[in-house]
């Protein structure tokens, strides 16, 4: 199925070849007369709807880069939101790198969700430790060992409100696996951002059962 990034690229590329068709078109009809004219407009028109008709379903979705903040010790080695990718964040990290793009519809409503997967390394600086000279046959088969520590999660959290203009999916991973889904346009560093409250989360020492 083809997303509303690659619709409004083919209906594009339909629009030049149609304008094309038209022109030769228009040359042609003074040489053959009115009847090849209309040959060509009977064609052309339901043609042009459709590349009209694409354009307008474009319209109802709104493409937003995709960052991440990571509030936990643990690294982040890869995230999606939707299926579309973020930056891998480090422990404690984040906001530093964007990446294209995330879809949303262009209006919101209440039940909006979102599925966020993501890959955690609990022990990222594990390697640091070990006393294998670094890519070496011992050390790849020690990082190998380490790979299998890795682990998956899945989770559908609710997309906030936003209005006709998102600036970013910010997504923040909070201690215990939870996870929030942030669309303001403000940055950590400014006195307005909304999201401050992540950042003082505290990371308990076990976490619960949920």
Known sequence: MSTPISIVIKAKIFAVLILGIFRQGRRLSMISGSKYSRCIRAFILPVSLLTVGACQAESKMLSAPVTGYN?????ITRFTINGAGGPNLGANQGGGAEVCCGVVPRVWTPDLKAIV???KDPDPYAYGKWKEKPFSDAWNLRMEEHKRLLTRHRVVVTIPQYGEKICALQVHFLPCDQVKVSTTCFTPSNPNY?????????????????
């Open 117 to 119: 997967e993501w890959q």
């Open 194 to 210: 909304p999201d401050k409250a992540y950042f003082q989360v505290k990371e308990p020492a076990t976490c619960p059962n949920l």
């Open 71 to 75: 509030h936990t010790s643990a690294s």
